[in-house]
Structures are given as C-alpha cells and as structure tokens.
C-alpha cells in the first residue's frame, strides 16, 4: 500500500493494558495500567494506550499542519496540538475511540489557519489511518 517507506518504528508491549511498552530506539519505557475508571488498578506512575496515541498523533498532526503551512505559503509561527482521545464502547459492544484535536495556530487569520490545518488533516498519516473508522473533531484557535 506504501509506495515507499520512509521510517520505521518498532514498539513492544508485554503484559497488554497493564504491562510495559518500549520502542526500538531505546527512549520510551513506560508502564502500563488499566485506569481506575475502567475497573483496573490505575497505578501511579503508568500510562494508557490512548495516552501515547494522544501524543504520536498530536506530533504527527502538528508537523503535517507546519509542512502544509509551507507549502501553502501560509507559515504559522507555531501549533500547538491538544489530543483527546477518548476509549469508551460502540452499539456493538466492542472498544472504539474519538479524537478531538484542538490546534492553537499562532501567526496566521482565523481563515487562514482553518485552511492550512484542514490540508494537515488530509496529509497526516494518523488522520489517514483512522478515516473511517474514528470520529476525529478539529477545532481550530487562531491566537
């Protein structure tokens, strides 16, 4: 599906929701634990899936707006990308998610910043990967 590949990364986890994650370059090591509102331990210290989604897609999202700002000529002078991810139950029973991005655009017109994030949106490999599957909500601040 890839006509190239242009990174890789690697990610072990062992002992599922309430284990531990690592990634290949050696620079996350984090604990995992089931969150007390889900029934689990909610161990100090530890994280959650949706928490390191939170971050890789907020990342993500926030270099594809600056790369699209670019080539919109529209350069912002900086984003700053929220990511909430939420874990909850669909009509079937099974597990799904939502995201809402809210993306505080500095530099640019309100309009401006919509068009230069609803391009992101359409580059960024985490919104291509979930279209379809998981409702994402943008909201867009210029500041």
């Given at each position: 599906?890839?006509?190239?590949?242009?990174a890789?990364?690697h990610?072990t986890a062992?002992g599922?929701?309430n284990?531990?994650?690592?990634?290949?370059?050696?620079l996350?090591?984090?604990?995992?634990?089931v969150p007390?509102?889900?029934?689990?331990?909610?161990l100090?210290?530890?994280?959650?899936?949706e928490?390191l989604?939170?971050?890789?897609?907020?990342?993500?999202f926030?270099?594809?707006?600056?790369?699209?700002?670019?080539?919109?000529?529209?350069v912002?002078?900086?984003f700053?990308?929220?990511a909430?991810?939420?874990?909850g139950t669909?009509a079937?029973?099974?597990?799904g998610l939502?995201?809402?991005?809210?993306?505080k655009?500095?530099?640019l017109?309100?309009?401006?910043?919509?068009?230069?994030?609803a391009?992101?949106?359409?580059?960024?490999?985490y919104?291509?990967?979930?279209?379809?599957?998981?409702p994402?909500?943008?909201?867009?601040?210029?500041?």
């Amino acid at each position: 599906m890839l006509a190239k590949v242009l990174a890789t990364a690697h990610g072990t986890a062992v002992g599922g929701r309430n284990g531990h994650a690592t990634s290949d370059d050696g620079l996350i090591h984090v604990d995992l634990s089931v969150p007390k509102s889900m029934g689990g331990p909610g161990l100090p210290n530890t994280t959650t899936p949706e928490h390191l989604f939170a971050c890789g897609y907020a990342a993500c999202f926030g270099g594809a707006c600056e790369f699209m700002g670019k080539q919109l000529k529209l350069v912002a002078q900086s984003f700053e990308v929220a990511a909430e991810v939420n874990l909850g139950t669909v009509a079937s029973g099974a597990f799904g998610l939502t995201v809402t991005l809210t993306v505080k655009v500095a530099g640019l017109s309100q309009a401006d910043a919509e068009t230069v994030v609803a391009a992101g949106h359409k580059l960024c490999p985490y919104s291509n990967a979930i279209q379809g599957n998981v409702p994402v909500t943008i909201v867009v601040v210029a500041v």
